[in-house]
């Protein structure tokens, strides 16, 4: 019967059965049909088979002749799920490698790769003009609001200012002649009533007042440089309510006093007399006229107020109102009548 096999396949199909068997056995016996196989390679390949099995079985000729038909019949039938083997040309190796279709992979191409790398392109120069809008909106925003923290606190700045002048306290400065004028050993003494009263809207703390005389022209600053410096020095930072020294005077409470005594010493008017000598060396000075510059200070809620204030001293003729005197310690004591204290109308002093 193995005979009758061989036979047969040699008989039938020739060298193409022998191509077929080698094929099988370099391919480890798959179960896949070569390219261009006919339906009598099939048979062949039933029969092949059939030999097999007679000769590892050892089945007798009955059975073998049955085993035979059957797989020659199924040989006939082409099986619907082998598909057959696309042949391999020189193209291959430019193409796509196959996709895996198995259940549960997801098909990946070269065209797909490149459409997903343009999408994400796409999303990567779309991710970066947002951004660079975000940042210039963000600039844009920092800028405003910059712009409208400048402008609120000026509003702000100015709504003080304008409350602060509607509201506050305001105390003129009021000054009188205490006394005459007197000499004592070439020292010169006079004193000033002072008269505190607040006009304003508002109590004003830490009331005092601050004076400096001194004669006017050569040797000491000019009046006007002179204020400034007093008030300059007793200004003082801002400080809190209730703090500092002085009195506190209400709106619309009654006038209060203060009586000042003021000297001008000996050596003030000798340097007065040797400044203007090196101006005038044949010029012999012996009278001046006292100049006297203060401020009086207070304070709205902590911040510091002033009332400057420049006078002038000197004699006066009652027959003559209009004539202006100079004090001489050669002419003695003046009395109060003959005393005339006036605004310094050269210059101006700090008010704020």
Request: charged content about 20%; proline content about 6%.
């Amino acid at each position: 019967m193995r005979a009758v096999c061989f036979l047969y396949h040699f008989v039938l199909n020739g060298e193409t059965t022998g191509r077929y068997c080698r094929a099988q056995s370099g391919n480890q016996m798959t179960n896949r049909r070569p390219t261009g196989a006919s339906p009598l390679t099939g048979k062949i390949e039933a029969v092949v088979w059939a030999e097999v099995v007679i000769s590892i079985r050892g089945m007798s000729a009955k059975s073998t002749a049955l085993v035979m038909l059957a797989l020659l019949a199924s040989a006939d039938q082409t099986p619907a799920t082998r598909p057959a083997r696309r042949p391999v040309t020189n193209q291959a190796a430019s193409q796509p490698a196959k996709q895996d279709t198995t259940k549960g992979s997801v098909p990946v191409t070269r065209s797909s790769c490149e459409d997903e790398e343009r999408r994400l392109a796409g999303y990567t120069k779309a991710l970066a003009i947002f951004t660079a809008g975000l940042f210039g909106a963000t600039l844009v925003l920092a800028v405003a609001t910059v712009l409208l923290w400048n402008t609120t606190a000026r509003t702000l700045d100015q709504l003080g200012r304008e409350f602060e002048a509607e509201h506050r306290p305001w105390i003129p400065a009021q000054v009188e002649l205490a006394s005459g004028w007197t000499w004592k050993d070439g020292d010169a003494t006079v004193a000033l009533r002072f008269g505190l009263r607040n006009i304003g809207r508002s109590p004003a703390t830490n009331v005092d007042v601050h004076t400096k005389i001194f004669p006017n022209g050569w040797g000491f600053p000019s009046p006007a440089e002179a204020q400034k410096q007093l008030s300059q020095s007793v200004r003082g930072d801002i400080i809190k309510p209730g703090e500092g020294m002085g009195q506190t005077i209400f709106p619309g409470e009654a006038i209060r006093y203060r009586f000042i005594v003021m000297s001008i010493g000996a050596a003030d008017f000798e340097r007065s007399r040797e400044a203007f000598k090196k101006q005038f060396p044949e010029a012999n000075r012996t009278s001046f006229t006292p100049i006297v510059v203060g401020c009086i200070t207070y304070r709205f809620l902590g911040k510091p107020h002033q009332t400057g204030f420049i006078l002038e001293l000197s004699g006066s003729d009652p027959m003559n109102p209009f004539t202006v005197l100079t004090l001489d310690a050669a002419q003695g004591d003046i009395g109060i009548t003959q005393l005339r204290l006036a605004d310094y109308w050269v210059a101006s002093a700090v008010i704020d």
